[in-house]
């Protein structure tokens, strides 16, 4: 229902302050490998909650906290944070719902722009996770996603996972210019993964997540598991601030069953029940793409 990074973030947002919109979390800030240290999330407020930035994966719910409670999107409490969360001299918290065999106890270290959170175990520090907090000027839309190259030849490896992995190479095909990306935490989202996502008809955004089993340079993809897609419609594109509102009663979750279907239909979702709207684009989307395109190539 929810894991270790979910936990974190949830805490992370209600301890944040009104006026923060974005949230950026490097997971393993303290790994001994400085590719892993690399890895962040970016997380932006928006009308669905806090959802999952371009350039990470945008898979599934965001994270909904309303009153101190982490909901689904369905108002369904998954966790209580306020009424379980104590702390001492605002620099160290016990967090101990009653469904938690052993309670989750950390500091917060603050400097500048940046806290550090210090997970304990016994008074000893097990992990450490670093996190930024500001104002978002981003988008939720992950339309080719920024990717830094944390090792070299990663475009590489990720142009020989899309052409071996049979799922991969279709969406390629039947969506060109489709974003990819490894996906390599496995605290909250199970493990590692390619990441594919592609926007359609200036209305949709189609994610695709494959479970993948690297080698031991964690470099080339061994094995691969069942894939999960999710088509998503976007219902509204916020100008003021390029936030985004989804259409959740039009969100559809598939497997490789009915990917396979509509792969052979030449992408046609409409042989497995689902009605794309082709001719009819959300006002600012296209826009939107435009917008993202350009703080793209202005990354490093």
Same mark, same amino acid.
């Given at each position: 229902?929810?894991?270790?990074?979910?936990?974190?973030?949830?805490?992370?947002?209600?301890?944040?302050?009104?006026?923060?919109?974005?949230?950026?979390? %490097?997971?393993?800030?303290?790994?001994?490998?400085?590719?892993?240290?690399?890895?962040?999330?970016?997380?932006?407020?928006?009308?669905?909650?806090?959802?999952?930035?371009?350039?990470?994966?945008?898979?599934?719910?965001?994270?909904?906290?309303?009153?101190?409670?982490?909901? +689904?999107?369905?108002?369904?409490?998954?966790?209580?944070?306020?009424?379980?969360?104590?702390? $001492?001299?605002?620099?160290?918290?016990?967090?101990?719902?009653?469904?938690?065999?052993?309670?989750?106890?950390?500091?917060?270290?603050?400097?500048?722009?940046?806290?550090?959170?210090?997970?304990?175990?016994?008074?000893?520090?097990?992990?450490?996770?670093?996190?930024?907090?500001?104002?978002?000027?981003?988008?939720?839309?992950?339309?080719?996603?920024?990717?830094?190259?944390?090792?070299?030849?990663?475009?590489?490896?990720?142009?020989?996972?899309?052409?071996?992995?049979?799922?991969? $190479? +279709?969406?390629?095909?039947?969506?060109?210019?489709?974003?990819?990306?490894?996906?390599?935490?496995?605290?909250?989202?199970? #493990?590692?993964?390619?990441?594919? $996502?592609?926007?359609?008809?200036?209305?949709?955004?189609?994610?695709?997540?494959?479970?993948?089993?690297?080698?031991?340079?964690?470099?080339?993809?061994?094995?691969?598991?069942? #894939?999960?897609?999710?088509?998503?419609?976007?219902?509204?594109?916020?100008?003021?601030? %390029?936030?985004?509102?989804?259409?959740?009663?039009?969100?559809?979750?598939?497997?490789?069953?009915? %990917?396979?279907?509509?792969?052979? $239909?030449?992408?046609?979702?409409?042989?497995?029940?689902?009605?794309?709207?082709?001719?009819?684009?959300?006002?600012?989307? +296209?826009?939107?793409?435009?917008?993202?395109?350009?703080?793209?190539?202005?990354?490093?």
């Amino acid at each position: 229902m929810y894991g270790f990074l979910d936990i974190v973030l949830s805490i992370v947002v209600f301890l944040a302050p009104q006026n923060v919109t974005k949230i950026q979390i %490097w997971p393993y800030a303290a790994d001994p490998s400085e590719r892993m240290r690399e890895l962040k999330m970016t997380y932006s407020k928006g009308t669905n909650g806090w959802c999952v930035d371009y350039g990470e994966t945008n898979m599934g719910p965001c994270l909904i906290i309303t009153d101190g409670k982490l909901m +689904d999107d369905h108002g369904k409490v998954l966790l209580n944070i306020k009424d379980n969360l104590k702390s $001492a001299d605002g620099t160290n918290y016990v967090f101990k719902p009653k469904e938690f065999e052993n309670p989750l106890e950390f500091s917060v270290r603050e400097s500048r722009d940046e806290r550090t959170i210090e997970v304990r175990e016994k008074g000893k520090i097990v992990r450490e996770l670093r996190v930024k907090m500001g104002k978002s000027n981003q988008t939720g839309l992950p339309f080719k996603p920024v990717l830094k190259e944390i090792q070299p030849g990663y475009d590489e490896d990720l142009t020989e996972a899309t052409n071996s992995i049979p799922f991969a $190479a +279709d969406f390629v095909r039947i969506f060109p210019g489709a974003g990819c990306f490894f996906n390599y935490d496995t605290s909250s989202t199970g #493990p590692p993964s390619l990441i594919m $996502a592609s926007d359609l008809f200036n209305r949709y955004q189609l994610s695709l997540r494959v479970p993948v089993t690297f080698d031991e340079n964690r470099r080339k993809v061994k094995s691969f598991g069942e #894939p999960v897609f999710l088509l998503n419609e976007i219902s509204e594109v916020k100008k003021e601030n %390029w936030g985004v509102s989804y259409n959740v009663q039009n969100q559809r979750r598939f497997g490789s069953n009915e %990917w396979r279907k509509i792969v052979a $239909a030449q992408g046609d979702f409409s042989i497995v029940g689902y009605r794309i709207l082709t001719n009819s684009p959300v006002p600012g989307f +296209d826009a939107l793409r435009k917008s993202s395109e350009m703080r793209m190539k202005k990354q490093p």
